[in-house]
């Protein structure tokens, strides 16, 4: 089977919400909101298209915003996605959802709809806005009942990393599907990004061994173990174990920066990863993204450059995550400022 590629694709900047930890309001309350235009849309598309057939991988679309039900052209987009039978994932607010709205997005071809607890309620709606917690955990069964796989993602930071294992239960009694979580990427907020390496280890080992009973009791939740460090967390437990077969040189796993996923803002402009500012490789209203992958992305491919990984034996599998490093250390090959590996 060819392999996917995934483009996680920012339609808009209008959001109902201006959470503190956003990444398009960093710094700035006063930026202004930006949002593809239908032509702008249709040719951006295409372009993604064009990628997937030079190096022939199937698309998929992560389509958010901003809110990017609030795109005017929005279900004109999915129209234009289902008629080319591409599989897409929503990540966006739980505001504007109900049972006809999710009714409709399954009709279009949506598999999953990601929304976002960074918190119980109190510390949720503080992140967000008043409200927004028990909303998202109301729209949560609208989504089941559609038939679409339901996400919930939580970004951990010192504020509410004591408060993961209660999102797990309150997301599980829920109904979730699916649920992860990642780390905060420091980008100037208010944010507290002050979590040692130990500290992390152990929320690790606290909901790795919460995942484990919810599995044993049955539990149809599926755990994503999303950041890349459970690598590191499993291979000390014995979990995960490198392959006899593993070849020197070849990457499997880790950090897909530079390696099967982009991100396309409203402006056009293209990053390997969001949570880098300064990863921008080209703009897809004026770059063939075939082109752009070839050569201005290639910087992000010297896993040797890797200041600690580039040294680990798990390099080929973990590698932590750079925007973090990068965020901390300004150094996009910097050492994970949660990874309590010695070397």
């Known amino acids: 089977m060819k392999q996917y590629f995934s483009f996680q694709w920012h339609i808009t900047d209008v959001c109902d919400q201006r959470c503190k930890h956003c990444y398009i309001f960093s710094g700035s309350d006063d930026k202004p909101l930006v949002s593809m235009t239908w032509e702008q849309m249709r040719d951006t598309f295409y372009n993604c298209l064009d990628f997937c057939e030079m190096y022939d991988r199937l698309p998929y679309f992560y389509i958010t915003g901003g809110d990017p039900i ?4 929005f279900w004109r987009l ?3 996605i289902r ?6 994932t929503i990540m966006g ?3 504007h959802l ?3 709205v ?15 607890l960074d918190g119980l309620r109190e510390t949720h709606d503080w992140f967000r806005k008043p409200g927004s917690f028990d909303c998202t955990i109301d729209k949560i069964g609208c989504i089941n009942r559609a038939g679409i796989r339901s996400v919930v993602m939580t970004t951990v930071s010192a504020d509410n990393m004591a408060e993961v294992p209660g999102i797990i239960d309150a997301a599980v009694a829920a109904g979730v599907n699916v649920f992860a979580f990642s780390r905060y990427v420091p980008s100037g907020g208010e944010l507290n990004t002050n979590m040692s390496p130990q500290d992390y280890r152990n929320l690790l080992k606290v909901c790795d061994k919460k995942f484990k009973e919810y599995k044993a009791a049955g539990c149809k939740t599926y755990f994503n173990k999303k950041d890349h460090l459970w690598t590191l967390y499993e291979y000390e437990t014995g979990e995960f174990k490198i392959p006899e077969t593993a070849k020197d ?4 796993g880790g950090c897909n920066c530079g390696n099967c996923h982009i991100t396309i803002l409203p402006t056009g402009d293209i990053y390997t990863c969001r949570r880098v500012a300064e990863s921008k490789v080209g703009n897809a209203l004026e770059d063939r993204l075939a082109d752009v992958w070839v050569c201005e992305t290639e910087q992000y491919r010297n896993y040797d450059k ?3 990984c580039g040294k680990c034996e798990l390099k080929a599998w973990c590698r932590g995550c750079p925007a973090v490093a990068k965020g901390t250390n300004g150094s996009f090959y910097s050492a994970d400022p949660q990874c309590w590996k010695e070397l």
């Not at 609030?70 to 052209?73: E, G, I, K, Q, T």
Request: hydrophobic share 30%; charged share 30%; proline share 7%.
């Open 98 to 100: 109900d049972d006809n």
């Open 70 to 73: 609030l795109h005017p052209d």
């Open 249 to 252: 040189g070849m990457i499997y």
């Open 83 to 88: 008629e080319h039978d591409i599989p897409f």
């Open 306 to 308: 890797f200041i600690k």
């Open 93 to 95: 607010n739980p505001f």
């Open 78 to 80: 999915l129209k234009l």
């Open 102 to 116: 999710c009714r409709k997005l399954k009709s279009y071809g949506c598999e999953k709809y990601q929304l976002s």
